[in-house]
């Protein structure tokens, strides 16, 4: 083995190391991914093809551009990679280089038009997303091509708040400049400086404070009514309470109501990691959302799922070598009890995911090995017994209806994670699942469905690179089971 090659050897371990996706079989693809610049410049060196596509029909910089490796990307470029030619994909490659600050290929995508239409997750335009990726340079050439700075997205979010939450102090100063306005609200009620601090970047709220900014507490919308006072849905799927449930971070689930309708609960992933969020009707009117705990292990419990009874049940957070527990609380007094365990039989399967209720209070969740229910019976939890569903790999959930009847659960369908359902027969067992139609299922991802408390209601969180959120849809678009 020559000199060269034993280099390229050597390089490449700790690539290999990395345990990288199988369909990434090319070492050129592999450093492209990794951001190992060494070796790609040895490989491009050696004659590679920098415009080589993977199996899954990805070039080399593409691979790089979704990872933020902007020295990887330039080195391409230099070298002679091509964009891609599909619309879909540069647009794609344009929102990347926006969001990690990657100038030259934002210079070079700008170029090629079609940049207008280009939306983030949040319904934001390329100017959010470059204020979220704080680089001044990105931010000064989408402002010449007239992209506005007051423009707010689906939540209400200027740039200037995307720049707030990321502590991107040159992005604020060059909005500011622009004529952003330091105390534009959010839908939730907040001003730059409230995101700021929310976040943990003091230095960059005081900066705000320094240029104008007020320092009057976040002003939450009066919501009243039922159901958070959103408008409800019909056959076709709507997005739920955009900026105040449905915000500007992925949510970890689903949304839970009360019988009553009188109190909520979900789980988005930000910020800081997420927690468990609750909110109630008081004196007719909700109030601003809340931690259900304080930080601490408890602030990384999921699945928060109302019970009959009026509990609010979550699952706890994950533990090394223990099974994890479903747990309860109350509210007392506008006050929350401590948690108690919600105590299946020891020594039987045990949830490792999602779980639901129906109103008699049987348990269903899902293991390792399908799905499973527990019945309730003189207020003790019995051994739960698998349900005899055909279980796809992958599947999550699941949610039961109130009557315990129609069981619906996420699994990969024909582009991504589908909903399906399956309808318990009369004779005893369930129907082969069958996926929800479209527009339930999309070529997003479709997960965590859960009924509302009378059933009349499917939330379910929809997950894709162009939108994400908590979704709410007439149950009467379950088709009827067959006879």
């Not at 690539?15 to 060494?38: K, R």
């Not at 449930?245 to 109501?257: C, D, N, R």
């Amino acid at each position: 083995m020559n000199m060269p090659h034993m280099r390229l050897l050597i390089l490449l371990i700790p690539i290999f190391a990395m345990g990288l996706p199988a369909t990434v079989e090319n070492p050129l693809h592999q450093a492209a991914l990794a951001g190992d610049l060494e070796t790609l410049a040895v490989l491009i060196s050696g004659g590679t093809d920098v415009n080589l596509p993977d199996p899954m029909g990805n070039t080399p910089i593409e691979l790089a551009a979704s990872r933020g490796h902007g020295g990887i990307v330039d080195k391409l470029l230099e070298s002679g990679a091509l964009l891609p030619r599909a619309i879909d994909a540069r647009q794609r490659m344009l929102l990347w280089s926006c969001r990690w600050g990657m100038e030259t290929l934002a210079r070079r995508t700008l170029a090629l038009g079609g940049w207008e239409a280009v939306r983030n997750a949040n319904g934001g335009t390329i100017l959010h997303e470059a204020a979220s990726g704080g680089h001044p340079g990105i931010i000064s050439m989408l402002i010449q091509r007239r992209l506005d700075v007051s423009r707010k997205d689906r939540n209400g979010w200027t740039p200037l708040h995307y720049a707030a939450s990321r502590g991107r102090g040159s992005a604020i100063l060059v909005l500011l400049r622009r004529g952003a306005d330091p105390d534009a609200r959010t839908f939730a009620g907040m001003n730059s400086v409230h995101l700021a601090r929310l976040h943990g970047h003091d230095v960059t709220a005081a900066l705000l404070v320094g240029k104008g900014a007020e320092t009057s507490p976040p002003a939450f919308p009066k919501l009243s009514g039922p159901w958070m006072g959103q408008a409800p849905p019909e056959k076709i799927p709507r997005i739920f309470a955009p900026g105040i449930v449905s915000g500007h971070y992925a949510l970890h689930g689903s949304i839970a109501f009360s019988l009553d309708g009188n109190m909520a609960a979900w789980r988005p992933m930000g910020p800081r990691g997420g927690a468990i969020m609750v909110t109630r009707i008081v004196n007719g009117t909700w109030m601003p959302p809340e931690h259900l705990f304080p930080p601490g292990p408890l602030s990384m419990a999921e699945a928060p799922a109302f019970s009959f009874q009026g509990d609010l049940l979550f699952l706890s957070p994950r533990t090394a070598g223990e099974d994890r527990r479903i747990e309860k609380v109350r509210v007392n007094d506008r006050k929350w009890s401590a948690p108690a365990q919600l105590k299946i039989p020891a020594g039987s399967t045990q949830p490792s995911g999602g779980f639901s209720l129906d109103r008699q209070g049987n348990l269903f969740f899902i293991a390792a090995s399908g799905f499973y229910a527990s019945a309730l019976t003189n207020g003790t939890y019995q051994v739960p017994e698998k349900l005899e569903i055909t279980t796809p790999p992958g599947a999550a959930g699941p949610g039961i209806s109130p009557d315990g009847t129609i069981l619906l659960f996420s699994a990969p369908g024909k582009d991504n994670l589908d909903i399906f359902v399956s309808f318990k027969r009369s004779g005893g067992g369930w129907s082969q699942p069958e996926a929800l139609p479209p527009p339930i299922n999309s070529s997003g991802m479709e997960m965590c469905p859960r009924f509302s408390p009378r059933g009349e209601y499917i939330f379910f969180t929809r997950w894709h690179e162009r939108v994400h959120g908590i979704y709410w849809v007439s149950a009467a678009v379950i088709p009827e089971p067959e006879t």
